[in-house]
């Protein structure tokens, strides 16, 4: 990796960036780690250029990048915060001041774990920036992990997979939540990883490239006439969510991988519809797998129209489709609203966010100094916002006072309506119990439960509980009335 290579990355997100400034990073770190060697016998300065080429990669601000950088000099080196900031300036000193402390938090089972968590959120709260400097230095470091030895991998895997991935997606930030996860993956299940790699990419790879060219080939005519400029991916690969798809819904890799995904990226949001009418006139869709996630975009603010067609060979074939925009959204979370405001100055991207993070944007954009604004986020977002953790350790955020109930229905539908009882801190609890700050909350289920209970709803906080609690027992109620009437 070269600093070239970094400023170019830069300047393609950012023409008007500060390049300067970046080389004299370089030059300083470059200077500051002098003679240091990582693990793997290379220079130091390789793991600082290659954090910085990451956060350039999910098009993070030009100080963001810098930081990256310099984040190592303070802990490893001569150099002190303080010549930091006279060299770089108070905004870059406390990004690497926030990643400094972060580096404190050693990973110490669950015991601590919620702990970890908490200081992570408080990071966040100061500079969201921080955290993706955090996201991109342990990517690095787990792409890196073969030169450490054993235990301290395991170590390091396991924490990313319990801290920093689910981080990430609450973020949005999937491309760097699957990256985690994938080499995670390989160094906590090895012999799983291998099988399940060996079968993506050696024995599908040569069927699905087939027949995702027999598809581009076929929507070239049409989308051409329409005058739609296009580009076609197969689906990301993430081996692990597709051994946590078998794992959770104890199904063999052929039946998962037999849905064949693309996502096609087109222009606007005209020509997304238009993509989708196209598609639906080649193939006959599935109605029930039509999506309209543009219109009504999910709770993380995931836009994108998905539709299910029986494509050529009569398979089952998903489509994705979305806007450039929407796209980077999807792949870059927070991140990408960087890009975009840096980009055209407006608000207007700032809208499909998740309603904590748009708060703690507004709050950080608002507010003077940083205590102003870890006071004012107590106030606004964490103060009607609660995180809780579910056992295997996934974040979930909900409005204050909400109940397991509210929980478990945020978990899965299922889970909600099979409900019968609640562990809160391992502690049996009562289903209106209030939740906190913190919680670890486990839903105990039955199987042969009918359904939720029609008096939940004098008690469920969110929205999304009160409609499956009522579709849940109207469903039931025509059940009854099926039965007292045969044959309706
Ligand atoms: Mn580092």
Redesign the pocket.
């Known amino acids: 990796m070269t600093i070239q290579q970094i400023i170019n990355k830069v300047k393609s997100n950012n023409p008007k960036a500060d390049l300067d400034l970046l080389k004299l990073a370089y030059d300083f770190a470059d200077k500051a780690h002098d003679k240091q060697k990582r693990k793997t016998g290379e220079p130091y300065i390789q793991?600082?250029l290659h954090?910085a080429f990451l956060l350039a990669q999910i098009k993070a601000d030009i100080n963001t990048v810098i930081a990256g950088i310099l984040?190592?000099v303070p802990e490893d080196t001569e150099k002190s915060l303080e010549d930091i900031e006279k060299n770089f300036g108070a905004e870059i000193a406390g990004l690497v001041e926030g990643?400094t402390k972060l580096?404190k938090i050693k990973y110490r089972g669950v015991e601590r774990y919620r702990e970890s968590l908490r200081k992570m959120f408080l990071a966040m709260a100061r500079d969201l920036r921080v955290i993706l400097i955090k996201f991109c230095?342990r990517l690095?470091?787990l792409r890196t992990l073969d030169a450490l030895p054993l235990e301290k991998r395991t170590r390091i895997a396991r924490e990313t997979m319990e801290i920093y991935a689910p981080i990430a997606g609450l973020l949005g930030i999937w491309r760097l939540k699957w990256q985690m996860e994938d080499i995670c993956f390989k160094y906590l299940y090895g012999e799983e990883y291998k099988k399940l790699e060996y079968k993506y990419e050696v024995e599908k790879k040569v069927e699905r490239n087939q027949y995702s060219q027999k598809i581009k080939n076929i929507l070239d005519t049409p989308l051409r006439k329409e005058k739609i400029e296009y580009d076609i991916e197969d689906r990301f690969k993430h081996l692990y969510s597709i051994y946590m798809k078998m794992q959770n819904k104890n199904r063999k890799f052929d039946e998962i991988y037999d849905v064949f995904a693309l996502r096609v990226i087109v222009p606007t949001i005209s020509d997304c519809y238009k993509t989708m009418g196209i598609i639906h006139s080649l193939w006959k869709p599935n109605p029930d797998r039509i999506k309209d996630y543009i219109a009504v975009p999910k709770p993380n603010g995931y836009r994108s129209l998905h539709t299910t067609v029986f494509g050529p060979e009569n398979r089952a074939t998903e489509f994705q489709i979305r806007t450039r925009e929407m796209h980077e959204e999807a792949l870059y979370g927070i991140a990408a609203h960087w890009h975009y405001k840096q980009k055209d100055g407006d608000e207007a991207s700032y809208t499909s966010q998740p309603q904590w993070i748009k708060e703690i944007l507004r709050i950080q954009r608002e507010s003077e100094s940083t205590n102003d604004f870890i006071s004012n986020l107590k106030l606004n977002v964490f103060h009607d916002r609660i995180f809780v953790f579910s056992p295997q350790g996934d974040v979930f955020d909900l409005p204050k006072n909400s109940t397991p109930v509210d929980f478990a229905y945020i978990v899965h539908t299922e889970i909600g309506n099979k409900a019968t009882g609640t562990l809160i801190n391992n502690k049996m609890s009562s289903l209106d119990q209030p939740l906190k700050n913190g919680d670890l909350v486990e839903i105990i289920t039955e199987k042969n439960r009918k359904g939720p209970n029609r008096d939940w709803l004098k008690f469920v906080k969110t929205h999304r509980a009160r409609e499956k609690i009522r579709q849940a027992t109207k469903a039931s109620k025509l059940d009854q009335i099926k039965k007292m009437i045969p044959g309706i």
């Open positions: 793991h600082s954090t984040h190592d990643i580096s230095d690095h470091n």
